[in-house]
């Protein structure tokens, strides 16, 4: 994984080293630079700035072990005044496969007529190669980098359907004088990009557009908005004014034609005949292979790997199948919480893993204090404010000191309809085909009109879902804030000025696909393209990343994802067992005891840090002193939040975010060093 940043539109040079200054926990190994046209040969290792430290040296070679909108096809904007010559790249590795200096980026072909920076893996680099050396192509490295190069010559754009991995890549043809950039298809890897005037950039980081100094420092209110709503920013949203995040499975292509955004994959529920072919035992059967096999090609490092292991089903899977394939005990990685967090820690199951698969197990205990302490890291690397996302801050900080791989079980609740919600939309649609439409409407005005404690009762909780869409169903589930809820919390003058905001409703209706009918199938899609890939996939990108640590996803490899995908649902959750196929293909692997354990959704004791450690900060957050300065929040209304945290009537996550918000505000937008690792 690496950090990659560009200008198309800018002849200095230097602010693509600013850009690149800021990532450099994304690369420490190397770092890179291309100017078109070239008047020298590709620049390497030089200082950003006088006063800042050059980076470390390369490692050496080890031998090899085995609708802008709401997205698609948009123009952006013409670059009107664009003139050749005005194309410079910025890189910074690090390095996992071939850790030669021929691994350097940027990397050209052989002429130098196309030049590339990328960040990720392209797990099946080794059968491209073979086929593009049958057709003529010539390797200088070893890399899965050069790979997309010569594919990029044969196949052209079309060659993104032939990369199975996680991606972001920016391409510069010389020839065509084009620009090809593209993400991958689960959104695995970040890309962000800016248009200002005549110039277009793009890079690993949102920080890093903020370095080049040509965006302003203002708060997106619509990226806000729905940052209140799902505790992130979905793509392509950010929460700065003119920058935007390519959402996944798309691509982009820039000419002095102008920019257009495209997609290229989506995920598709049903579509295969030959799936609904198979019977029960027979989906089993290909559900592992296609699970082994992507663990399998996730093994290819020249660098220490590892594996997280929360002790859930996802983790333990990956660990054990891992442990399989390897001549060596695999190492391992847990969070645990001490007592504070007893009620809620999932090491006892991790140990088991680890014992039953004899792994070289590490344990990390997190607690109120490490968070205070590293807060501001935490902040910085979160790169746009989350909700979630501290847990995989520390194993990463704990991994990166043993290894500089690591492979996660995140993917397993989307696709296999592990979530609590999966079963509460199905118990809110049983509910609902109860009532014909007098008695449904009857009900819909008694819950109206009924008081707030007695709506917060089971069934009558219920009512409030009756009538409404499948989008409104789910963003209700999904939402922290509802509507009603954000109009009382926004300042009068800051909700007069922005009345026209769209409603996450509206965004996650252009997330959905009108030929899947089937509910689990509706809730899984939303799961794939919303939470996991503008949540968890973002967050432990960052997360691991500011530690210079790779992570690795098999459950969401794309060819495993289009099969799962056409599985019957009832198969996927079966009665009140969720996951049914997936634990079933998994039965001869893991012990019982973890195949058969109720689910615990990974959860933190930020309440008792919240009250504890993090109380100053957090209660100068809410002050109203700090509120006001702001301008974005009605004073009351937040302290109506906080109390309600105190009381016990609100969860811990509606204070957080604001926690969280407001850090990363001061640092990003207050702060004129803040783009400077702490």
């Not at 950090?3 to 230097?14: F, P, Q, V």
């Not at 072990?65 to 003139?83: A, C, D, P, Q």
């Not at 140990?351 to 997190?366: L, N, Q």
């Not at 009832?570 to 997936?582: M, V």
Request: aromatic share 10%; charged share 25%; hydrophobic share 40%.
């Amino acid at each position: 994984m690496c950090g990659i940043c560009g200008a198309y539109g800018l002849r200095d040079l230097s602010i693509v080293r600013r850009m690149c200054h800021v990532m450099v926990h994304r690369g420490p190994d190397d770092e890179g630079y291309y100017l078109f046209p070239k008047s020298s040969p590709p620049e390497s290792k030089k200082d950003v700035r006088p006063g800042i430290t050059k980076e470390s040296p390369m490692r050496r070679g080890a031998p090899r072990r085995m609708k802008i909108g709401l997205f698609s096809r948009e123009n952006v904007g013409l670059l009107t005044s664009w003139s050749p010559g005005s194309l410079s790249f910025g890189h910074r590795r690090l390095a996992i496969i071939d850790l030669s200096q021929a691994g350097h980026q940027p990397m050209s072909n052989e002429e130098g007529s196309v030049w590339v920076v990328h960040n990720g893996e392209i797990y099946n680099f080794p059968e491209l190669r073979k086929r593009l050396e049958q057709k003529g192509h010539r390797f200088r490295s070893d890399t899965d980098t050069e790979v997309i190069i010569h594919s990029y010559e044969e196949w052209g754009e079309e060659c993104l359907q032939e990369f199975r991995g996680m991606f972001a890549f920016a391409l510069w043809d010389e020839k065509k004088e084009k620009l090809f950039l593209a993400r991958d298809r689960l959104g695995i890897k970040p890309l962000y990009y800016a248009q200002v005037n005549d110039q277009f950039l793009f890079a690993s980081e949102l920080k890093a557009i903020l370095a080049s100094g040509l965006v302003k420092k203002q708060l997106d209110p619509q990226g806000l908005h729905y940052f209140l709503s799902f505790y992130s920013v979905p793509s392509p949203f950010t929460l700065i004014q003119g920058v935007r995040s390519l959402p996944a499975g798309h691509k982009i292509l820039v000419s002095q034609n102008g920019v257009r955004i495209i997609p290229y994959w989506d995920v598709s529920f049903g579509n295969k005949s030959d799936v609904a072919r198979m019977d029960e035992a027979e989906i089993k059967l290909e559900l592992r292979r296609l699970l082994e096999e992507a663990v399998r090609i996730r093994l290819i490092s020249d660098v220490p790997l590892g594996a997280f292991l929360s002790g859930g089903v996802d983790s333990s899977a990956i660990v054990g199948l891992m442990s399989r394939m390897s001549s060596l005990p695999v190492k391992t990685f847990s969070v645990g919480f001490g007592e504070e967090g007893a009620d809620i820690d999932e090491l006892r199951y991790a140990r088991i893993i680890a014992d039953r698969f004899s792994t070289d197990h590490t344990e990390v205990i997190v607690s109120g204090k490490d968070v205070l302490e590293d807060l501001d890291r935490i902040i910085y690397g979160m790169d746009q404010p989350s909700g979630d996302g501290i847990n995989s801050y520390f194993v990463s900080k704990a991994a990166r000191k043993r290894i500089t791989v690591a492979l996660s079980g995140l993917g397993g609740d989307e696709l296999f309809a592990g979530y609590l919600h999966f079963r509460l939309l199905s118990k809110i649609y049983s509910f609902e085909e109860r009532f014909p439409g007098m008695a449904k409407k009857f009900l819909v005005n008694f819950y109206r009109r009924a008081p707030s404690k007695i709506r917060e009762r089971y069934p009558i909780n219920l009512m409030g879902y009756l009538g409404k869409s499948f989008v409104d169903k789910y963003a209700r589930v999904r939402s922290l804030f509802t509507e009603e809820e954000k109009e009382k919390i926004y300042s009068a003058a800051y909700l007069q000025a922005n009345r026209d905001l769209m409603r996450p409703e509206q965004f996650l209706s252009s997330l959905t696909d009108n030929n899947v009918q089937n509910l689990i199938e509706k809730i899984s899609r939303l799961e794939l393209k919303n939470y996991m890939a503008h949540t968890l996939l973002r967050d432990m990108d960052v997360m691991s990343m500011i530690h210079s640590l790779e992570v690795r996803v098999p459950l969401i490899d794309h060819k495993l994802v289009e099969f799962v995908c056409n599985i019957p649902s009832h198969l996927k959750l079966q009665g009140s067992t969720a996951k049914y196929i997936f634990l079933e293909s998994l039965r001869d692997l893991l012990p019982e005891e973890i195949v058969n354990r109720k689910k615990m959704g990974f959860e933190l004791p930020m309440a008792s840090w919240l009250e504890k450690e993090l109380k100053p900060i957090v209660e100068d957050v809410f002050s109203p002193r700090s509120v006001k300065k702001r301008g974005i929040f009605d004073p009351d209304q937040l302290e109506r939040v906080y109390s309600d945290f105190k009381k016990g009537r609100a969860g811990y996550l509606k204070v957080w975010v604001f926690v969280v918000l407001e850090l990363w505000m001061r640092r990003f937008l207050d702060n004129p060093g803040g783009l400077i690792n702490p």
